[in-house]
């Protein structure tokens, strides 16, 4: 079972009876690690059901899920393997009831929840809302409720978005509702407020597992604690360098309280990088050594010294970007060179990445790849499920399992048009509000017709019976091929496709619109058919769902493109979003000071002379550095601009000073890539030229 595995794996994956925390470090195998732990506690005797393991992303427990199976077979389907978020919804959904929420809550999206603080605070400017979300989001996470937050107010502004927090929580609870930060939240409420329902958790869950455990905020660690009880059975699997979310609220304060919340924790570094050659790995761990150290550790390669780390100066970014292509040109000249008594070949696409601090300077390198024909994706980008159409029809789902959902009423019952105007609404929503009831509950109230017209009044019926008829229809359809048939003709009834058709001036526009509809409708179908597991998203065999049980799980969803093949493609990204991955060759630009590490506001480039928190972001933006070096497997070239824009101006730019850091060779780190890709080219017709004339002089004999 543990074959293959190095020293330090096999100790972390042996040690059973235990709190283990394993200190894993960039690209040295910690998926490998938690997949083989998982077998090792069956092998020992422990039911697969009452194994946890907690991921970060649905990507990420794909991942898992596929590498427990090829280890472990068929007992891989019945370990708990899903998101903190995953996990929360379904405690919620077996016991919230405790709470006062019914199994059928809804889980609002960050726009639904930008409506409600709008309306909640009486405004209708939406730059205002998301910052009451975003500090309503940290004060949640912070475990502070409404009335907490406003006795910890230091201003009127913090003091307003208490009041605002208090509204909202009226509203949610009125909906039946709950947003993202609900999900970890109220399971904490649950198990620290619940005798009963803590002692169930705990005895089902034998051992937890959690990954990326640097990336876990104040509240997911107090859901660990209170999961694992005294004896502390759990494995954190974490790596104190590449904690970069500071900013959302995870705290490094969770790896600094685990040995003191657990004495006998038992501490298993893993130091050997699988991923990268040591002349990248060397400048990785120069640059994160001026970071203070939790638990010092070294990466180390044998996978020999490869290719010097490059560094590439530019005179703006427009240059920056014709130079990063040229070096993609010139490794895949390189590379076809080298290959060419097997025949001609070439690096594939997908082979490379160009990594930056922030979303704003893909622009320029999306532009000089068009203009060199190269197919390229940039990720993190808009995701499935924020598309109008997919809301649209996910308003529809939502409504379907939970009546009181406000929100979804009003898309459903807008999209496509009914003939329901606005006023309509507005008197439905002051009846409702007046009598305490959803928007749906009203529109069947007795009393209606007193206060709205009776043309109206029947327009809302028959949305309402079509509604409940729709309900009813999709909790009796089971398997894959019933539901698509149910979507097809559900989406014919309501005329979905004339609708989107309608609403664009361009058909071309509209028809990818279609299509994203129809995908959706594969997809759910897929779900349905227990072919796609609720909890992660992976293609696995399960037991086949109505689609009302595949619609309760559909907000938890970020993305439908996981289940995608992988595209050949150049990847450009943020280094945020480049966590987790890995290319053969790595371009890392934009690495001039104010952009990485971002301006700080007290700081002058000497550590010991900035404020704590200033030396807390530099800190985390170095971590940032180290995350994108650690991403490349051969190559890694990095560049700076001599001019930047900042606002309409173009300003000077200095190399950032992890540049410094890195302490490169500097007899071999600079490059010109397109000095580079000329002496290639030159180089491939002189080696063509010489296999015509060889050819020639054969076929002359």
Known sequence: MSSGLNLAQQEAVDYLHGPCLVLAGAGSGKTRVITHKIGRLIETGMAPNRIAAITFTNKAATEMRERAKGLIGRDAKKVVICTFHALGVRMMREDGAVLGLKPAFSILDSDDVTKILKDAGGTTDAATARIWQWTISKWKNMGLNAAQADAIAVDDNERITAKVMGRYEERLSAYQSVDFDDLIGMPLKLLQQHDDVRTKWQAALGHVLVDEYQDTNATQYEVLKALVGD??????????????????????????????????????????????????????????????????????????????????????????????????????????????????????????????????????????????????????????????????????????????????????????????GHTTLAS?????SQYKLSLFEALFSPSLPSVIAKRAHEQLHEFG????????????????????????????????????????????????????????????????GGEIDDASGATVESERKSLLEVAQTISLLSTISER???????????????????????????????????????????????????????????????????????????????????????????????????????????????????ALRAEFARKALDSAAAAAAAAAQ
């Not at 939970?402 to 459903?412: C, E, S, Y």
């Not at 439905?428 to 409702?432: I, K, N, V």
């Not at 509604?467 to 539901?483: F, P, Q, V």
């Not at 000077?652 to 890539?673: H, N, Q, V, Y």
């Open 564 to 678: 995608e093949k992988d595209q050949n493609v150049v990847t450009l990204s943020t280094l945020h979003a480049s966590k987790g991955l890995e290319w053969p060759h790595v371009m890392l630009v934009g690495v001039t000071e104010g952009l990485l590490p971002f301006k700080l506001d007290d700081d002058n480039g000497k550590q010991e002379k900035v404020s704590d928190s200033t030396l807390e972001r530099l800190q985390e933006e170095r971590r940032l550095m180290y995350v994108g070096i650690t991403r490349a497997q051969r190559t890694l070239a990095v560049s700076w601009t001599k001019k930047r824009k900042k606002g309409r101006e173009m300003i000077a730019g200095i190399p950032s000073r992890f540049i410094a850091e890195m302490a490169l060779d500097k007899t071999t780190a600079k490059e010109d890539p397109r000095e580079k890709l000329k």
């Open 231 to 420: 004896g502390g059975r759990f494995t954190a699997v974490g790596d104190d360098d590449q904690s970069i979310y500071g900013w959302r609220g995870a705290t490094l304060d969770n790896l600094k309280k685990l040995p003191i919340d657990y004495p006998t924790l038992k501490v298993v570094k893993l130091e050997q990088n699988y991923r990268s050659t040591s002349g990248i790995l060397r400048a990785a761990n120069n640059v994160i050594a001026p970071n203070p150290k939790l638990f010092p550790k070294t990466l180390f390669s044998e996978l020999g010294e490869g290719e010097p780390v490059r560094v590439v100066d530019a005179d703006s970014e427009a240059h920056e970007a014709e130079r990063a292509v040229a070096r993609i040109q010139s490794l895949r000249a390189g590379e076809t060179i080298t290959q060419s008594s097997t025949g001609t070949q070439h690096l594939e696409w997908r082979n490379f990445a160009v990594l930056y601090r922030a979303n704003h300077q893909a622009r320029v390198f999306e532009q000089a790849l068009r203009k060199a024909n190269i197919p390229y994706k940039v990720s993190g980008g808009q995701s499935f499920f924020d598309r109008a159409e997919i809301k649209d029809l996910c308003g529809w789902f939502r409504l379907w399992v939970n009546n009181d959902d406000d929100p979804a009423f009003l898309r459903a019952v807008t999209t496509p048009k009914r003939g329901i």
């Open 465 to 528: 019976r079509y509604i409940n008829d729709l309900e009813y229809k999709a909790r009796r359809t089971m398997g894959a091929e019933d539901s698509r048939a149910f979507m097809t003709g559900w989406l014919k009834e309501i005329d979905y496709e004339k609708h989107l058709y309608d609403g664009e001036d361009s058909e071309q526009v509209a028809a990818a619109r279609w299509t994203n509809v129809l995908e959706f409708c594969d997809w759910m179908s897929a779900r349905a």
């Open 428 to 432: 439905l929503g002051t009846f409702a």
